[in-house]
């Protein structure tokens, strides 16, 4: 049941006491009285908003910015994919049409991406595109049902499991090792403090797909393939490129709070140190570029950029680097964060539950709303990629898509080097 106020406060029964980090809403039904979203809400001259009245107004918030791009017609883009989450896409049938969309839109990216595939055989010889097809036959649509049925519901969900994959990724190897709760032994990697900020939404989708494979094929399906698949599948949704996965991962047997430090990166790096950390795992200062236009979709807690709006430097109160507008709309939004921490803000201001290539433009225009975003806009070791990934959209697709492609394959185990867990949230067997 959802208590809603229109303006910018929200209310989600069962949530109010709850950091939003892990936030289990028990309902994401809008109420049958309230008015349609899209001609209800007002249009601000930036939307910003609460995670929370996200989620509730799940639908239809995405306002249109007053700064105006080709980029988000169809006429000015030829890649334009609609977004799953507009105005349009609410109805009755939504579900349907949606899944026929995202099937055309899956086969359109398949079809431009099929060059992707040669980059994956060679090294990983026992993981497979096809591995379930004997094992779990359906276990792409199982996949594909839950994603489409959860996003629809939750939309913040998408841009969760994408952090939730990376971060999974980045520690141990795709592995699942995040999945796994704390117990009285072990502090497990998500409750590292750099982890206590992904959604609940993003591990509560990965129990719902488990709880389906288990039912059909029990102990058949890894909770890492079903990572790597939902990240895959959600990121097509809101969007984004489709790409080629391979599966067989097993899941991972060690999971710590405390191997987190120096893995993760963290708002406050300089980009030296950012391309350090990319090339400790493999990946390039393309790379990095690239995989950061994720923050095309999500948010981020005030806490993460409030040195760039409050008391900035002795001379400036803000950071001069930020659009001024754009800066006085998160002062408002963040005035109240210290006592209210689940504030955020959206990662892409223009289009933020669209997978596009708005987040690189924002860049050029001092619309980057972390101090690492703006910064791989100004450095020139970076501003090259974000210059061409603003301009192109496709060139921006493929590289993502390559680059997390390679990410879904860093440390993966197989045979007798991880387990199927039989639940994602526990190892199999549990040690003292
Ligand atoms: C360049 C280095 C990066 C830095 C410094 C960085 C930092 C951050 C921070 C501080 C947040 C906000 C967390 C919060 O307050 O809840 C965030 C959100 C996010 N990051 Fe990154 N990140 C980086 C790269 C990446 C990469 C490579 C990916 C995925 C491929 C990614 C995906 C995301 C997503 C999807 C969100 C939104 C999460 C949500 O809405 O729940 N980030 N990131």
């Not at 899941?251 to 709070?257: I, K, N, P």
């Not at 975003?373 to 192109?392: E, I, M, Q, S, W």
Request: charged share 15%; proline share 6%.
């Amino acid at each position: 049941m959802v208590h809603q106020k229109w303006g910018l406060a929200a209310k989600i029964e069962g949530v109010e006491n709850h950091a939003p980090s892990r936030v289990q809403p028990k309902s994401m039904h809008i109420e049958q009285s309230r008015p349609h979203a899209c001609t209800a809400l007002p249009s601000p001259v930036i939307p910003l908003f609460h995670r929370k009245q996200f989620a509730t107004l799940s639908h239809t918030f995405f306002s249109p910015p007053s700064i105006p791009h080709p980029a988000q017609t169809q006429e000015g883009n030829p890649t334009y994919i609609p977004p799953i989450d507009s105005c349009t896409s609410p109805s009755p049938t939504s579900l349907s049409l949606l899944t026929m969309a995202f099937h055309s839109h899956a086969l359109f990216s398949l079809l431009t991406l099929v060059f992707l595939i040669p980059t994956l055989t060679v090294t990983h010889a026992q993981l497979s595109e096809n591995y379930y097809e004997q094992t779990c036959p359906k276990f792409h649509e199982t996949v594909h049902h839950v994603v489409v049925e959860k996003q629809i519901a939750t939309p913040t969900t998408a841009a969760a499991v994408l952090r939730l994959f990376f971060h999974d990724c980045v520690l141990e190897g795709c592995d699942a090792s995040l999945l796994i709760a704390s117990n009285s032994f072990n502090k497990a990697e998500r409750d590292a403090e750099i982890n206590a900020a992904i959604p609940g939404d993003g591990f509560d989708i990965i129990t719902r797909i488990k709880t389906a494979l288990e039912l059909q094929c029990p102990g058949i399906v890894s909770c890492s393939d079903i990572l790597a698949a939902a990240a895959r599948n959600l990121i097509n949704m809101v969007g984004g490129p489709h790409y080629t996965l391979l599966f067989g991962r097993k899941d991972g047997l060690v999971s710590r709070a405390d191997r987190t430090e120096g893995h993760y990166a963290k708002a406050s790096m300089t980009v030296s140190e950012l391309i350090n950390l990319f090339a400790s795992i493999n990946l390039s200062v393309q790379d990095l570029v690239a995989l950061s236009g994720a923050h095309t979709i999500g948010f981020s807690h005030c806490s993460e950029f409030a040195n760039r709006i409050f008391k900035f430097s002795p001379t400036s109160e803000i950071d001069p680097a930020l659009n001024r507008i754009y800066a006085e709309g998160l002062r408002k939004l963040c005035a109240n964060h210290t006592t209210n921490p689940g504030m955020s803000a959206f990662n892409d201001v223009m289009t933020p539950g669209k997978f596009d290539n708005l987040y690189f433009q924002n860049l050029q225009r001092g619309l980057g709303l972390l101090a690492t975003d703006h910064a791989l806009g100004t450095d020139p070791r970076t501003k090259p990629f974000v210059d061409l990934y603003a301009t192109n959209q496709a060139k921006f697709f493929e590289d993502f898509a390559q680059a997390i492609q390679r990410v879904s394959l860093m440390n993966v185990k197989t045979g007798k080097q991880g387990e199927v867990r039989r639940r994602c949230d526990a190892f199999n067997d549990l040690k003292t």
